[in-house]
């Protein structure tokens, strides 16, 4: 009877603690104070980092409370200002279109009133001359009209440059240029060289996205504690911010400047900013910036000469220069890749085939130069280039003679173990 009876008050205990709860959640809810989506177990996960001294003080409780406000705060303004809805883009849109449309009538207006003010210059320049003359062999419309159709007065064909200098958005141009020039110079006065790369990256028609400008960057010397830190050279910072705002723009830098950028990625070892560069496409491909990459490999560890031999391979074959790009190809160990590339890309034909195994002549690209049926070069050629190189041919030899059974290939192996021994010995 006692159990039951136990039972009964702790049961009773329970009902009224959920009632009391279920009351003050509705007061909640009702004032706002809860949101209806997050249940009582997710409340207790938004405090689980505070300890329990923490979830009893009422100081700590309140800083926290003001950290999420401020943080529920920022979540809201960034929302409003970062994010607008489609329906308001394409409203943002139609109102372009629509300036536009105004903006090519007005331009139109503005050519219209220019030709008007011309040819009414014109038009005053051949009266002028005809009173003075006074010749009275031609009328006056004749006078005009010969002016106008450009038989006569061939001084005033020539558009006066008092109509320029009056056109409104040209002067707001220059003077935007102007005061763009002036910023930068002070920029770099200031020794403020990462904004002065920003600004002259962005300036207007891009007057100092120039071999000019990059010349004065690279002209500048920074202190010895500033050259542990590569991101500190004005160069640098210079030619990332330059071809980062290619894809925007559009320009890139000609070939000489690509060169210079490349040249200063490789001085401070970015070999994977420049990969960046070309993957993006934002410099222009040319066989000295191929070149420049190629010869870099002896800078660098082993392990990354084979992405430094694929640069190289890539800017050679935008360049056209596909007998370089071979040669990469080779040096990366990617002989029958190779192949490939020369029959589907290149189109090598023999003499192309053959520079290619002078100036790599390696056991592994003669076996590759063998490889298709019928070969790209015949066996004695094959022989004959890599006698330059005795290892290559005598390697050549014995891979050869293994591999090959039938009475015509034997005959080849005849020959080229003859020149092997005689070379060898």
């Known amino acids: 009877m006692d159990n039951a009876r136990l039972e009964t008050e702790i049961h009773d205990i329970k009902c009224k603690r959920e009632e009391e709860e279920a009351k003050r959640l509705k007061v909640a809810l009702e004032s706002g104070e809860v949101r209806r989506d997050i249940t009582p177990r997710q409340r207790c996960l938004i405090v689980r980092h505070l300890t329990a001294e923490h979830l009893t003080d009422f100081t700590k409780l309140k800083n926290e409370l003001a950290t999420l ?7 809201q303004n960034n929302y409003s200002k970062r994010f607008v809805s489609k329906a308001h883009k394409d409203q943002l849109q139609e109102q372009l279109k629509a300036r536009e449309i105004v903006h090519d ?9 220019k030709m008007r003010l011309r040819n009414l210059k014109i038009a005053y320049e051949a009266t002028t001359a005809y009173r003075d003359q006074a010749t009275g062999a031609k009328s006056l419309a004749d006078v005009v009209e010969l002016a106008m159709a450009g038989q006569n007065y061939r001084r005033s064909q020539v558009a006066d440059p008092s109509m320029e200098d009056d056109d409104p958005v040209k002067e707001k141009e220059t003077q935007m240029v102007s005061e763009s020039i002036e910023k930068f110079n002070q920029l770099m006065t200031e020794k ?12 207007p028609q891009g007057v100092l996205r120039t071999s000019e400008v990059l010349e004065q960057f690279k002209a500048v010397s920074v202190d010895d504690d500033d050259n542990d830190d590569d991101e500190q050279s004005p160069l640098l910072l210079y030619c990332q911010t330059l071809l980062a705002t290619v894809g925007l723009l559009g320009v890139k830098p000609n070939e000489a400047d690509s ?5 200063c990625a490789l001085r401070h070892n970015k070999l994977d900013l420049l990969a960046h560069w070309l993957a993006a496409d934002s410099l222009t491909c040319s066989i000295s910036l191929g070149k420049l990459i190629e010869e870099h490999v002896e800078n660098i560890a082993v392990r990354q000469q084979r992405l ?23 040096r990366q160990g990617r002989y029958f890749g190779m192949m490939r590339y020369t029959q589907e890309v290149a189109h090598f034909q023999q003499e192309d085939y053959q520079f290619t195994l002078e100036v790599e002549p390696t056991c592994e690209l003669a076996l590759a ?13 094959i022989v004959t ?18 591999s090959n059974s039938n009475s015509l290939m034997k005959h080849h192996t005849m020959n080229i173990g003859l020149v092997a021994s005689t070379t060898y010995n």
């Not at 130069?369 to 050629?381: F, K, Y």
């Open 308 to 330: 430094c031999y694929s640069l190289a391979q890539t800017v050679y074959t935008q360049s056209g220069a596909y007998r370089k790009a071979a040669v990469c190809m080779c």
């Open 192 to 203: 403020k060289y990462q904004l002065a790369a920003v600004h002259a990256a962005n300036s």
């Open 69 to 75: 406000e401020a943080s529920v705060r920022e979540m």
């Open 105 to 113: 009538r007005l331009c139109e207006t503005n050519n219209n009133l």
């Open 385 to 402: 280039t890599l006698q330059t190189n005795e290892s290559s041919l005598v390697a050549f030899y014995k891979v050869f003679k293994v």
């Open 369 to 381: 130069l063998i490889h298709p049926r019928p070969p790209v070069l015949s066996v004695n050629a």
């Open 259 to 263: 060169v210079e950028c490349a040249q």
